[in-house]
């Protein structure tokens, strides 16, 4: 773990230094500036988010191992394990789309070089990444080994750029499966197989503290990952709008030109905005799920309770129930406003008035 960090932190700020190194390089052209911009900000969206969490890393490790040891690794009934291995299929795809754009984003970098290569002198070869320096490292075989570095040196903006919004959105998704649950639970407390009976009252009360009980323990949850992810959210917010624009123009000054230029462009802004998407749709989904408590609070069956004093209690219970439970759970952007899809369209907005801008600006 600690050399895998050592790794990741090492090959971020490498990358930071030469994307930053090459952004100062590029002042006056415009083009390649916005296009060193948009470099620049994918290392240090990456690298932000990775300093973010390293100052809770512990708060961080914890998180993982509370949720595996309470929702991934249970035993359910029929129903519930219905309902996890569909969320466990919801989790795979979206990781799955973010893992695979983002890796095939990051090898066009290096597969266009290798094209831009073809039919070069040595002493004419580009790196993926431009390098300055009176050396000859375009010659043999420095060429090769700076080109296998820059490779090794890049990755770890690859994997920082996905990760954490991914597990983020596993972990939405887990909750959001437990709050299901949860409000099949809560539905049932009256039902027994002999509505009749004078038993379904003696079930009552401890169905419901442990519907309580769980329902606390689901609110805990994601006030700790709101507390984790409260600074990262804020920067994800401001980056990505910065990073949406700046992928946009590229792809728009790109679509008269070469058209594998135009296909890079389009997996960067497409694969940015498509896991933005997927971001806010988990916690847009973590919100309603925790609403969708109340509706079964409302839905429990009461009436079939034979005592009055019975029926009464549980009557203000239920009223408790359903009062907090639509204050919903939720995730914040730096403790401000909810991340729903309308932070989605928001961001899109931004990112658009700011090429806008940009477009008439040039």
Same mark, same amino acid.
């Given at each position: 773990?600690?050399?895998?960090? &050592?790794?990741?932190?090492?090959? &971020?700020?490498?990358?930071?230094?030469?994307?930053?190194?090459?952004?100062?390089?590029?002042?006056?052209d415009?083009?390649?500036?916005?296009?060193c911009?948009?470099?620049? *900000?994918?290392?240090?969206?990456?690298?932000?988010?990775?300093?973010?969490?390293?100052?809770?890393?512990?708060?961080?490790l914890?998180?993982?191992?509370?949720?595996?040891?309470?929702?991934?690794?249970?035993?359910?009934?029929? +129903?519930?394990? =219905?309902?996890?291995?569909?969320?466990?299929?919801?989790?795979?795809?979206?990781?799955?789309?973010?893992?695979?754009?983002?890796?095939?984003?990051?090898?066009?970098?290096?597969?266009?070089?290798?094209?831009?290569?073809?039919?070069?002198?040595?002493?004419?070869?580009?790196?993926?990444?431009?390098?300055?320096?009176?050396?000859?490292?375009?010659?043999?075989?420095?060429?090769?080994?700076?080109?296998?570095?820059?490779?090794?040196? #890049?990755?770890?903006?690859?994997?920082?750029?996905?990760?954490?919004?991914?597990?983020?959105?596993?972990?939405?998704? =887990?909750?959001?499966?437990?709050?299901?649950?949860?409000?099949?639970e809560?539905?049932?407390?009256?039902?027994?197989?002999?509505?009749?009976?004078?038993?379904?009252?003696?079930?009552?009360?401890?169905?419901?503290?442990?519907?309580?009980?769980k329902?606390?323990?689901?609110i805990?949850?994601?006030?700790?990952?709101?507390?984790?992810?409260?600074?990262?959210?804020l920067?994800?917010?401001?980056?990505?709008?910065?990073?949406?624009c700046?992928?946009?123009?590229?792809?728009?000054?790109?679509?008269?030109?070469? =058209?594998?230029?135009?296909?890079?462009?389009?997996?960067?802004?497409?694969?940015?905005?498509?896991?933005?998407?997927?971001?806010?749709?988990?916690?847009?989904?973590?919100?309603?799920?925790?609403?969708? &408590?109340?509706?079964?609070? +409302?839905?429990?069956r009461?009436?079939?309770?034979?005592?009055?004093?019975?029926?009464?209690?549980?009557?203000?219970?239920?009223?408790?129930?359903?009062?907090? #439970?639509?204050?919903?759970?939720?995730?914040?952007?730096?403790g401000?406003?909810?991340?729903?899809?309308?932070?989605?369209? #928001?961001?899109?907005?931004?990112? *658009?008035?700011?090429?806008?801008?940009?477009?008439?600006?040039?």
């Open positions: 773990m600690n050399v895998l960090l &050592l790794y990741t932190i090492g090959g &971020l700020v490498t990358s930071f230094v030469t994307t930053a190194i090459d952004i100062y390089h590029c002042f006056g415009f083009d390649k500036f916005t296009y911009s948009m470099n620049v *900000f994918t290392v240090g969206f990456g690298f932000y988010k990775l300093i973010a969490f390293l100052l809770k890393r512990k708060e961080f914890n998180l993982i191992s509370h949720i595996m040891e309470h929702f991934w690794n249970v035993d359910y009934d029929d +129903y519930g394990s =219905t309902v996890m291995k569909d969320c466990m299929l919801r989790c795979t795809r979206i990781v799955t789309f973010a893992i695979f754009m983002c890796h095939l984003t990051i090898s066009m970098h290096y597969v266009k070089a290798l094209i831009e290569n073809r039919g070069k002198n040595e002493s004419d070869r580009d790196f993926p990444f431009r390098f300055y320096s009176d050396l000859p490292l375009s010659l043999s075989p420095w060429f090769e080994i700076l080109f296998v570095a820059q490779i090794f040196a #890049s990755y770890p903006c690859c994997y920082t750029y996905f990760c954490f919004e991914n597990f983020l959105c596993q972990i939405n998704i =887990t909750v959001v499966g437990q709050f299901l649950i949860l409000n099949k809560m539905r049932e407390i009256c039902d027994t197989k002999d509505t009749s009976s004078l038993s379904i009252e003696s079930g009552i009360r401890p169905r419901l503290v442990r519907c309580v009980q329902h606390q323990h689901l805990a949850c994601v006030e700790t990952t709101k507390e984790l992810y409260r600074s990262v959210m920067g994800v917010v401001i980056l990505l709008s910065f990073l949406i700046l992928e946009m123009f590229e792809l728009m000054v790109s679509a008269n030109s070469n =058209t594998f230029y135009t296909f890079h462009y389009c997996l960067y802004a497409g694969g940015s905005i498509v896991q933005l998407y997927f971001y806010t749709l988990s916690c847009d989904k973590l919100t309603e799920a925790s609403e969708s &408590l109340s509706d079964a609070a +409302y839905d429990v009461w009436y079939l309770t034979e005592s009055g004093a019975s029926k009464n209690q549980l009557v203000k219970d239920l009223m408790m129930i359903i009062m907090r #439970s639509q204050r919903a759970c939720s995730l914040t952007v730096g401000f406003t909810p991340v729903t899809l309308q932070t989605f369209t #928001s961001i899109c907005n931004t990112a *658009f008035s700011f090429l806008t801008l940009i477009r008439q600006s040039v």
